[in-house]
């Protein structure tokens, strides 16, 4: 996993690379051939599969609010994209180590 750094402040979540992400489909294909012959095996290994995949998009989501941040966006305009109030955004990726405040010359805004 690559490791993302935004002003000395690392995230969380490790953001996927390419051969993680191919480790996953390689590991969901094999999970759906299992189905036939052996389903109990294929519900344990999707469900290994269901938590790594939610560790790659937190990884992947964190950097990309990272990155909206560090280009000016908003808590507001982040929050409506994802669905959830500014607050609610704010909570989610300050937790994860996304800065707080914007750049200095993007002027102010509402937390």
Known sequence: MLEVRMEDRTTTGPVPGKAELTELVNRIEQAKRLVSTDPLLAIAQLGDVTDDLGDA???????????????????????TVTGVA??????????????????????????
């Open 57 to 79: 998009f937190d990884g992947l989501m964190t950097y990309a609010v990272m990155e909206a941040r560090q280009k000016g966006y908003t808590w507001r305009e982040i929050g």
């Open 86 to 111: 500014h607050q609610a955004a704010w909570r989610r990726w300050t937790d994860k180590g996304v800065p707080k405040t914007r750049k200095k010359d993007a002027g102010p805004e509402l937390p």
